[in-house]
C-alpha cells in the first residue's frame, strides 16, 4: 500500500472516530491488531460493544466504500472481535458488527455514513 493510501485510511479512520464520538459512541480501541488481522474501531453503544470496519474511499468510481466489505471480510471480523474478547477479558451482553463508509471528495468535506448492525 502507498504513503498517500495509508494517509487517505488514517484520515478516513480520524473521521470515523469523530463521527462515533459525536454519536454518542465511547471507543475503546483503535486499529487492534493480530496475525490474523486488524479490527479498525471497537466502541461502545451503551451496553453494546460495537465492532467497526471503516472503509475510505475518495470517489465512487470503482463502487461505494460499503461495497468493499465482502461476506469473507465480515466473517474474518467475526472471529477476530471473539479473539479481541477473550484477550481483553471484556464481555458485553449484546455484540454488534457496523461498517463506516468514509467518502473524501476532492474540495469537500468528508461524509461519514455509520450502518449499525451492517452483518
Known sequence: MTRRRQAVGAYGERCAVRHLIGAGLRPVARNWRCPDG????????????????????????????VEAVVPAKAR??????????????TSADELRFDVLAVLLPRGGAARVEHLKGAF
Open 38 to 65: 486488524e479490527i479498525d474501531i471497537i466502541a461502545w453503544d451503551g451496553e453494546v460493544l460495537a465492532f467497526c470496519e471503516v472503509k475510505t474511499r475518495r470517489s465512487e468510481t470503482y463502487g461505494s466504500p
Open 76 to 89: 474474518r471480523l467475526r472471529g477476530l472481535a471473539v479473539r479481541w474478547l477473550a484477550e481483553s477479558g
